[in-house]
């Protein structure tokens, strides 16, 4: 599949992968450059393969209280709430971002590989309330403007109060005469807007952006960057520190699930009884230049103590930094392991997350 602005890409010169069945751009000119682009001016994203399903009607905050494990019947119009569905197992089918966009009405966020389970989810999982679930992402374009620069850029082309605009809220604005949903939050540990558009308005609003950034140092940013950008905010990806085996506790994320709600959600008698888990997720701090990639073993000693779920060389910290899953009684930070790192242990230490935060 390829986004509304895949020729916009090609233009650019970009180079792509296949990301859960999507042709998306992963570069443009060099990853290293992007991502300081993004810590120091701006970057443009096209996160397009994202799903957007709207879940409307007098009983959609009921089913949504239902089939996540957050409360977002207590959200409010325009506020925005990072939340989980579970499984009935307490494992996580997806991590979401949930817009009250109005009293009976709001848009899930869904990652691009998971998008269609959590449509059949939702779908499923509401057929018992008063609530309408309809597929909004064919008709949606998403992209992000992220870094210290992004409100001078977003400022100059959008009609919207962003000094109200506070993070993890939205709000309807005006760009070049379109009506978009303008959103105050991202994926890489900067400030930033992510900007909800019309699929064949894109491409015009991808122009507006760029002119308004140019003075301002703004680069396009391809996946590669921001993968990247958010391991050093220490932010899950799922597949690597979420999945269906694991639970949002494991994950130190276990203030999404709200057992103080009301009524039943699904997984709720599982997560409860999984609230300690064996293994937790750490950072990791290398000594050396070799970064610990996906899939390494964690060692005290000669022992196998746990595995890499994502690691690289900080481009902003210039160290190697991971992110694994390690015994509990090993994840105070400061404690002393190292990585088998094709076949050498390298030595690291367990570091309190994020690795970085931007200035305020």
């Known amino acids: 599949m390829k986004t509304p602005l895949h020729e916009v890409h090609e233009g650019l010169g970009a180079s792509f992968t296949d990301f859960a069945g999507w042709t998306m751009p992963v570069r443009y000119s060099s990853e290293l450059a992007e ?7 701006a970057g443009l994203f096209d996160l397009s393969h994202m799903g957007e399903i709207e879940v409307t009607g007098p009983q959609a905050a009921d089913a949504l209280d239902y089939a996540l494990v957050g409360k977002l019947s207590a959200v409010t119009p325009g506020r925005a709430r990072y939340t989980m569905m579970c499984n ?8 979401l971002v949930v817009y009250r966009l109005a009293d ?7 990652n691009a590989g998971n998008a269609p389970a959590v449509l059949a989810e939702l779908t499923e999982r509401a057929a018992s309330f008063d609530a309408q679930v309809a597929d909004r992402s064919p008709d949606t374009a998403l992209i992000a403007v992220q870094g210290p620069a992004s409100a001078e850029i977003v400022g ?22 379109q009506e978009i949903l303008l959103a105050r939050t991202g994926y890489t ?40 950008l958010r391991l ?34 699904v997984g709720r008698a599982a997560l ?22 996906h899939g390494y073993a964690v060692l005290r000693g000669d022992q196998p103590v746990g595995e890499v779920t994502s690691g690289a060389l ?23 392991l190292a990585a088998d790192i094709r076949g050498r242990h390298e030595p690291v230490e367990v570091v309190a997350l994020p690795f970085y935060q931007r200035r305020s």
């Open 314 to 336: 900080s481009p902003t910290l210039g160290y190697p930094i991971a992110m694994a899953y390690v015994a509990r009684d090993l994840a105070e930070p400061g404690t002393e």
């Open 104 to 110: 009976e009405r709001y848009l899930v966020v869904a």
């Open 272 to 293: 409860d009884k999984r609230r300690d888990p064996e293994r937790v997720l750490v950072g990791l701090r290398g000594a050396g230049r070799r970064a610990a990639r």
């Open 189 to 228: 540990g900067e400030d930033g807007f992510e900007l909800y558009v019309p699929a064949e308005r894109a491409p015009e609003v991808w122009r507006l952006l760029t002119e308004a950034g140019r003075p301002h140092g703004l680069l396009p940013a391809g996946l590669a960057c921001r993968d990247t």
């Open 88 to 95: 009935p197992e307490g494992g996580v089918v997806d991590d």
């Open 232 to 265: 050093e905010a220490g932010m899950p990806l799922y597949g690597n520190e979420l999945s269906a085996e694991l639970s949002p506790f494991a994950a130190n994320l276990g203030r999404v699930v709200k057992f103080d709600k009301p009524g039943d959600f």
């Open 35 to 41: 991502h300081r682009a993004v810590r120091e001016a």
């Open 156 to 177: 100059a082309v959008a009609e919207a109060d962003l000094a109200a605009l506070k993070y993890y809220a939205g709000t309807p604005a005006t760009v070049g005469g």
